[in-house]
């Protein structure tokens, strides 16, 4: 499919299964039969992601690939590294055809024509911007590795969150390592959710692309764009620069987080007046201006994003000289914390003031349910202060295992975000913490229990059996608001649930933050 024409090819592209480029000059980017995607990062972004499109694009060959031997040869196993509902069957179906996953990552970055970057950008730790900026350093170096092994054009996608203005820093990081190759940026950042990531990506709000506003750069937005048509309509996918993309995914776990740390605000305000959180909220999100998602009082929020990238936003506004802005996105996180603090100071108020030597039944520990995801989970910091508090704990989850709970409480803050081989090998066990696996084990003999996770199958155990296994007072501390507190209190429990009206026991015993 030559045309001649001075001398040069000019562009053209179809869409049958697959996209064709043709040169036309020689800073344009050349593909040949687009047909051949990867992606470096094998987490929960990339993992899910690159599973569909391989789903949803039979004629791509897909590559997921990742330097952690142990985390590839889970993707290839029957056990999967990550739980997410509807993940598995995917996978299955896809993997061995035009899915793969592999240690070789310069062999499938180098035949690839597209390459997704979802890495970790974890917060900074230490230098400048430590505790708020993005750390930047895995992206360089999968950057600096694709200049590397690059033999042909390639269109380099951003796929984790990243600060603004990423993008120009990885295109000369590419354009000052090309030797002759030609590199197109875009970003297309994720907008899943955990526990629903893969209906996400069936079905989505929006597909988000963003890239130069040259002649390339619009043709490499083109190319990727179309690959999502093959099942997003095309009205859903949304076309804007770099720094546009960049901002909006930002901006939008910034708003996200923020409807939840107001709603937890009100549930503060709530108790103290005797109102019902529930209650408010339903008729706040009655108002179509505002609308009803979101508005969930809890112990706090919590996964990879929302802090990080709250933090982030901070720190971009502190350099852009607009310090009120940064301190109203700074608020968001400090809500969120004096939430954890709170119902940490209420479980011990309410407990004669010490839960020093009791047991303490722990329901839940990943930041949500239908996810094994423990990353900023509100348990990490209840836990915590629990234990400063010298109390024993007995943690269960359906979807978290032993290990993972004892590093989780043993790692530095931010250490979490960096890849499982650069933590700490062989966390220090966390003593008074045992780790049981159903829900009856872990209440037997308590004092407390604290729910922490909505997974479902709490709503229904018998709680009439496991108060009589338990010491009296027995109280119920519940940070999702999933039990029925009054049947709770007919059986003799002292409940405590976020923002309701509270129990006459607790009445005299406010928390003080």
């Known amino acids: 499919m030559q ?11 179809k869409l049958v299964g697959s996209v064709e480029y043709i040169k036309s000059g020689k800073d344009q980017l050349f593909l040949s039969k687009m047909v051949k995607i990867c992606c470096i990062g094998a987490g929960y972004v990339g993992g899910p992601t690159m599973a569909v499109i391989a789903l949803k694009c039979p004629n791509i060959q897909v590559a997921v690939v990742d330097i952690s ?28 055809k035009n899915l793969s996953f592999s240690t070789d990552v310069e062999k499938h970055v180098a035949e690839s024509d597209i390459v997704f970057v979802s890495v970790n950008t974890p917060t900074k730790t230490q230098g400048l911007g430590a505790g708020k900026a993005a750390d930047l350093t895995y992206w ?28 120009e820093a990885i295109e000369k990081i590419l354009t000052h390592n090309s030797k002759g190759i030609n590199f197109s940026i875009l970003s297309n950042p994720e907008f899943l959710a955990e526990g629903t990531a893969i209906s996400d ?5 929006r597909v988000l692309i963003g890239g130069r506003e040259t002649p390339e750069g619009k043709k490499a937005i083109e190319a990727l764009r179309d690959v999502y048509a093959h099942w997003v309509p095309v009205d859903r996918i949304l076309c804007t620069n770099l720094w546009s993309a960049e901002l909006s995914k930002l901006a939008a776990n910034a708003f996200l987080a923020q409807r939840i740390s107001s709603v937890n605000a009100m549930s503060a305000l709530c108790e103290a007046t005797g109102a019902d959180v529930s209650q408010v909220a339903h008729a706040v999100g009655k108002d179509t201006r505002i609308g009803p998602k979101f508005l969930n009082a809890s112990v706090g929020f919590g996964g990879s994003c929302f802090q990080k990238d709250i933090l982030n936003l901070v720190y971009i ?32 108020s309410s407990m004669f003031n010490t839960v020093s030597g009791k047991k303490i039944a722990v329901l839940g520990f990943a930041f949500k349910k239908d996810t094994g995801d423990t ?17 024993k704990l007995s943690i269960y989850d359906p979807q978290v295992n032993q290990d993972q709970i004892q590093r989780d409480l043993s790692m530095k803050k931010f250490d979490w975000d960096h890849p499982v081989h650069l933590q700490p090998m062989s966390p220090t066990s966390v003593k008074d913490v ?35 296994d338990m010491q009296k007072p027995a109280f119920v501390f519940d940070g999702r608001n999933v039990v029925d507190a009054e ?22 015993m406010p928390a003080v933050a």
Request: hydrophobic fraction near 40%; glycine fraction near 4%.
């Open 375 to 391: 990353r900023e989970t509100p348990a990490i910091d209840v836990c915590k202060g629990l234990i400063g508090d010298k109390a």
């Open 487 to 508: 049947k709770l209190r007919k059986i003799g429990f002292i409940v405590y649930s976020i923002g309701k009206p509270l129990d006459d026991w607790l009445k005299d």
């Open 69 to 96: 031997t142990a985390r590839i040869n889970a993707w290839n196993s029957d056990t999967l590294p990550i739980y997410e509902p509807g993940l598995d069957e995917v996978v299955k179906k896809c993997r061995g």
């Open 140 to 167: 360089e170096s999968a950057a600096r590795m694709i200049a590397d092994v690059a033999k042909s054009n390639k269109i380099v996608v951003e796929k984790s969150t990243v600060p603004v203005k990423t993008a």
């Open 201 to 205: 990506l069936l079905n989505p709000d």
């Open 317 to 348: 506004c502190e350099c852009n000289g607009l310090p009120e802005v940064a301190t109203y996105w700074k608020q968001v996180i400090k809500v969120n914390d004096y939430q954890k603090t709170r119902f940490v100071n209420r479980i011990v």
């Open 434 to 468: 045992s780790v049981v696996w159903d829900a009856y084990t872990a209440t037997k003999d308590a004092h407390g229990i604290c729910i922490l996770t909505e997974w479902d199958e709490f709503k229904n155990l018998d709680y009439q059996k496991i108060f009589n």
């Open 3 to 13: 045309n001649h024409l001075n001398d040069e090819f000019v562009f053209r592209y």
